[in-house]
């Protein structure tokens, strides 16, 4: 996995003018050399589609959740109005074809059978001959994808310490102290781990295997985060392909 941990990751693709999560933003990934991160989450019949949100609103207007729509339904949807419409998994596959890696985050999605939606990525993923790994909030995702495919990295995102007071529930609370604190890391026994770059808890910097940060958003962040990462996640501007990464302090 040299490339995935050397290349900078194109957060959703390469996009801006062009929407994120995009065939159109891949493609310019692709063109520019970056290894891309996506999204992938399951539609009310089952289909696995690449999208950020829960919702739909912020990306194509609709108020209904990604969940609660049928693959055709949301296949109908423009995203910012423009001609690019919400790709499948398979067919995310068939555009990259191996031409650059790939970083996966599976989303938590409610009320889904975690070892059934891992099953069903790894399969899409079956005869796929290109760079890739998996990444999640949801440590079970993680779990369950290492048991199913042990060759492939899996990490586990991870968040800055909150302020649990502005959780008004206990379990809300207690879920958020366990994804910031990586609490379940002797369990999970993740590969590598992805950080917001602004925070890298001592947690994170005695963690040994290797280490992402996001979303990196300017070559003054960058500089900032590469003391503490091996690699990026970005948008909003283009870092250098060539770019090494710093030895961890």
């Known amino acids: 996995m040299e490339k995935l941990f050397s290349l900078p ?5 390469l996009h801006g003018e062009i929407p994120e999560n995009s065939k159109s933003a891949f493609r310019a990934a692709i063109k520019a050399g970056y290894a891309i991160e996506t999204d992938v989450r399951l539609s009310k019949d089952g289909a696995l589609v690449l999208f950020h949100d829960d919702n739909l609103f912020r990306m194509t207007g609709d108020r209904r959740n990604v969940i609660d729509c049928t693959l055709k339904e949301l296949l109908s949807l423009s ?18 074809g191996g031409q650059v890696p790939i970083l ?73 102290h366990i994804v910031s604190h990586m609490s379940l890391n002797f369990w999970i026994k993740p590969d590598f781990v992805s950080f917001e770059f602004h925070s890298p808890t001592k947690k994170i910097k005695k963690f040994e295997g290797q280490k992402f ?37």
């Not at 423009?82 to 068939?94: A, H, M, S, V």
């Open 9 to 13: 990751v194109a957060h959703r693709g």
């Open 79 to 96: 995203l910012k109005g423009t001609e690019e419409k919400i790709p499948l998994l398979k067919d995310f596959l068939e555009e990259i």
């Open 104 to 176: 996966l985050e599976i989303k938590n999605v409610p009320k889904v059978n975690p070892k059934e939606f891992c099953a069903r990525i790894s399969e899409a993923f079956e005869g796929y001959s290109g760079e890739f790994a998996v990444q999640s909030f949801q440590p079970l995702y993680v779990k369950n994808f290492k048991k199913l495919r042990p060759d492939i990295p899996c990490g586990l995102l991870t968040l800055s310490h909150p302020d649990l007071k502005d959780f008004a529930s206990p379990f809300a609370r207690l879920k958020r």
């Open 213 to 249: 940060c996001w979303t990196v958003r300017s070559p003054e962040d960058e500089s900032a985060a590469r003391m503490f990462c091996d690699n990026i996640i970005f948008e909003g501007y283009r870092p250098e392909v060539a770019t090494k990464c710093s030895e961890n302090t």
